[in-house]
């Protein structure tokens, strides 16, 4: 069982609405992520944050701003999304440190289902 | 730059038949391979991992790797599939930079068992 716990499970949207996604994982690891992913594709990565700290972001546009309050906590927050936005959202965490010895590992939560209308 | 090839969209076998699924990679420097698996409507669980030693990776729900560096592939198989094993399969490389990295990912191949 994951232990990457992500709220809501579904979320419905008009474009004008403001909602945020949550996650939260108890690790203790100080990397955690943010993926989109389209039904019958891949994930594609969105937001890496490293010990609290924004270090990737892939060109999201700024619809999607990432916060990451404390090490356990990340949320996504969402304003005038567009129907193409509609996707299953995942979050993840890791260790960080040299790959050899944390293991690195990313553990995904079970997502959040998305629909703009 | 990183990437994982998955050259089958969708594995058909039957129930108790061994099954592989295929990956091929290709990568500057070490390569650090996974294999995750997602069910219908579910997030992504881990499955196993190559980071260094061992070809022969063990994992998760009586799954293996196989890591093979001169052909450049890493096939997940299993002995004796279960219909239980139905899902999407995603390999992935580990794009490493700075202090942690995130992973890119193949298109994923559908294995069917069925009965």
């Known amino acids: 069982d994951t232990e990457v716990t992500q709220t809501p499970k579904h979320l419905v949207m008009g474009m004008t609405n403001k909602k945020s996604l949550k996650c939260e994982q108890h690790m203790g690891h100080r990397a955690m992520y943010w993926y989109k992913q389209k039904a019958k594709k891949p994930p594609e990565l969105m937001f890496v944050y490293s010990y609290e700290k924004l270090s990737i972001n892939e060109s999201v546009p700024s619809r999607f701003s990432p916060e990451c309050p404390n090490s356990s906590l990340l949320n996504l927050h969402l304003h005038a999304l567009q129907p193409e936005d509609s996707a299953l959202y995942l979050c993840?965490?890791?260790?960080?440190?040299?790959?050899?010895?944390?293991?690195?590992?990313?553990?995904f939560g079970e997502g959040s289902w998305l629909t703009v209308v | 730059a990183q990437s994982v090839a998955q050259p089958e969209d969708q594995v058909n076998v039957a129930e108790g038949n061994p099954l592989t699924v295929k990956c091929t990679y290709s990568v500057s420097g070490n390569p650090y391979l996974f294999w995750y698996v997602q069910y219908p409507n579910r997030g992504l669980q881990f499955l196993l991992k190559?980071?260094?030693?061992?070809?022969l990776v063990k994992g998760s729900y009586g799954f293996e790797a196989e890591f093979n560096k001169s052909q450049t592939s890493f096939h997940l198989k299993k002995p004796s599939a279960l219909v239980s094993d139905s899902a999407l399969y995603f390999c992935a490389v580990m794009n490493y930079g700075g202090s942690q990295g995130n992973l890119i990912f193949g298109k994923g191949t559908k294995l069917s068992v069925k009965p």
């Open positions: 190559y980071i260094t030693g061992d070809n």
């Open positions: 993840a965490s890791s260790q960080v440190g040299p790959l050899l010895i944390s293991g690195n590992t990313i553990y």
